[in-house]
């Protein structure tokens, strides 16, 4: 059953997801020592549940990049203007 809510740890993974350049494979994001802690945790998270390929960064999985492109959509819907009400 899907969650009703985003916790601070999912709004991270979709905040990285949102960082991957989806026209090209690639391309690929490298998550330094130095990010900020969350940053860092929630990739490790994407890469233990298979959606990128390194535990800093990395490329896309396939799933991932599904992943990526629904959490972009979304970032898409909810940010452009309704033209019609």
Same mark, same amino acid.
């Given at each position: 059953m899907p969650t009703s809510h985003?916790?601070?740890?999912?709004?991270?993974?979709?905040?990285?997801? $949102? +960082?991957?350049?989806?026209?090209?494979?690639?391309?690929?994001?490298?998550?330094?020592?130095? %990010? =900020?802690?969350? &940053?860092?945790?929630?990739?490790?998270?994407?890469?233990?549940? $298979? +959606?990128?390929?390194?535990?800093d960064g990395g490329y896309l999985?396939?799933?991932?990049?599904? %992943? =990526?492109?629904? &959490?972009?959509?979304?970032?898409?819907?909810?940010?452009?203007?309704? +033209?019609?009400?």
């Amino acid at each position: 059953m899907p969650t009703s809510h985003f916790s601070p740890e999912l709004f991270e993974e979709v905040k990285i997801l $949102g +960082l991957f350049n989806l026209s090209t494979t690639q391309e690929g994001i490298k998550v330094h020592s130095n %990010a =900020a802690p969350e &940053a860092i945790a929630a990739t490790r998270r994407l890469h233990d549940k $298979g +959606l990128i390929t390194q535990d800093d960064g990395g490329y896309l999985t396939s799933l991932g990049h599904d %992943a =990526a492109q629904h &959490a972009q959509d979304l970032l898409t819907i909810l940010t452009t203007e309704t +033209l019609a009400s």
